[in-house]
């Protein structure tokens, strides 16, 4: 269920959370990202700025977290006692903080910027995260997927935050609650009359020939670690649900490569707010680097067999899922989910054949780290 609302002039959404109709959470999201900085690094100072903002405000009745993606900024709240959300004035508070901007301070500004320097450190030592990141940033580096999430070559100042809050007070916003709070926080908002579909909200940026990236960290040993990628600039429902299937499917084959001596070895789906990709993640010892990479190709090559896809018939049901879920519809917002997740299995199983080959056809990015 879901309903129009607005909150201070700005226009959105409010979910109910159907599924966790015990749980004692809120979900407040922007549909902004990194994607949307003129510097990288401006969505995840006011996401650190709002955590820090919120968790002052209920200060031990729950806790504050946030994360940023290069689609969404996303603050949940997890209270420990669900009767806090019946205190009008704290959650008029709450909400407040959250949407009212203009308000930073350049000292919040700061104190966000030195804390992300910690995690930003902390980051730089997870060399899985540093291959993932990079697995998008090969795939759509002209386009604004290609953006970090943040410390790119130039830091943003406060004068550089301030003009990207111009910009953040017009994204557009979904708040998600279960279904005994949410009707308590929609007195909070100007809320329309009726239920609605909600429309498609989603940008196209221009996708180009994705870029080849090689790094080399001396300090890894005899190892490589290479992540292979294709984007798919395109929504729909069966093209996601598709590639989930695909993606579950290559990870089981690639764990083969554990007989070589692999560690990482993973398939996934990215699912943007007007593309997605699959994603392929594997290392190994320099000396077995052909051979490993000659298996990679055959997994993707070989066509998918009866067996695997009855395996996947029950997958299918959790991708459908998925594609409901609370964080996809606040990524989107947008009915897309709603109306076509009735596509039958069958129909995805008849064409995976052919999908599997367009996606063979098309250029794909990689990313590799050799010492």
């Known amino acids: 269920m879901s309903f129009s609302a607005s909150f201070l002039g700005r226009e959105g959404r409010l979910f109910e959370r159907c599924e966790t109709s015990t749980d004692s959470s809120l979900w407040l999201v922007l549909r902004l990202g ?18 820090k903002r919120i968790q002052a405000i209920i200060e031990n009745a729950g806790t504050v977290n946030g994360y940023t993606t290069h689609d969404v900024l996303m603050i949940t709240i997890s209270m420990f006692d669900s009767g806090i959300f019946k205190k009008e004035a704290l959650v008029t ?37 540093a291959v993932t990141d990079a697995s998008v940033q090969c795939l759509w580096d002209r386009s604004s997927l290609g953006k970090p999430i943040d ?48 429309e498609m909200c989603i940008d ?21 670690v290479k992540a292979w ?12 649900m598709t590639a989930g299937i695909v993606s579950g499917i290559w990870n089981q084959r690639l764990q083969v490569l554990k007989k070589y001596g692999s560690y990482v070895t993973a398939c996934f789906p990215r699912i943007h707010r ?10 190994g010892d320099l000396s077995a680097m052909d051979q490993v990479e000659n298996v990679v190709k055959d997994i993707r090559e070989k066509e998918i067999s009866e067996e695997e896809m009855g395996f996947m018939k029950s997958y299918f049901s959790g ?14 917002l947008s009915d897309i989910f709603g109306q076509d997740t009735s596509v039958p ?19 794909s990015g990689s990313v590799l780290w050799v010492s």
């Open 34 to 51: 990194s994607r949307d900085d003129h510097i990288a690094g401006c969505t995840h100072t006011l996401e650190h700025v709002l955590v």
């Open 274 to 283: 007007g593309e997605h990709s699959i994603n392929v993640i594997y290392s």
């Open 319 to 332: 991708v459908k899922n998925r594609a409901e879920s609370d964080e996809l519809k606040s990524m989107f």
């Open 151 to 198: 410390g790119g070559d130039k830091r943003p100042g406060y004068k550089d935050f301030k003009v990207f809050l111009e910009y953040a007070g017009k994204a557009k916003f979904a708040v998600m609650a279960s279904s005994p709070h949410l009707s308590t926080i929609a007195k909070h908002f100007s809320v329309g009359s009726d239920e609605i579909y909600l």
């Open 93 to 129: 508070e709450l909400l407040t903080a959250f949407f009212n901007l203009d308000a930073i301070s350049e000292q919040e500004f700061s104190e966000a910027r030195e804390q992300i320097g910690q995690e930003l450190l902390l980051s730089e030592m997870t060399m899985k995260k």
């Open 345 to 363: 299995f069958d129909s995805i199983k008849s064409n995976i054949h052919d999908w599997c080959r367009k996606i063979e056809e098309k250029q």
């Open 229 to 240: 990628g294709v984007g798919i600039p395109a929504i729909s429902a069966q093209e996601i």
């Open 204 to 224: 196209r940026p221009s996708v180009y020939d994705p870029m080849h990236i090689k790094r080399e960290r001396k300090d890894m040993g005899s190892m490589f």
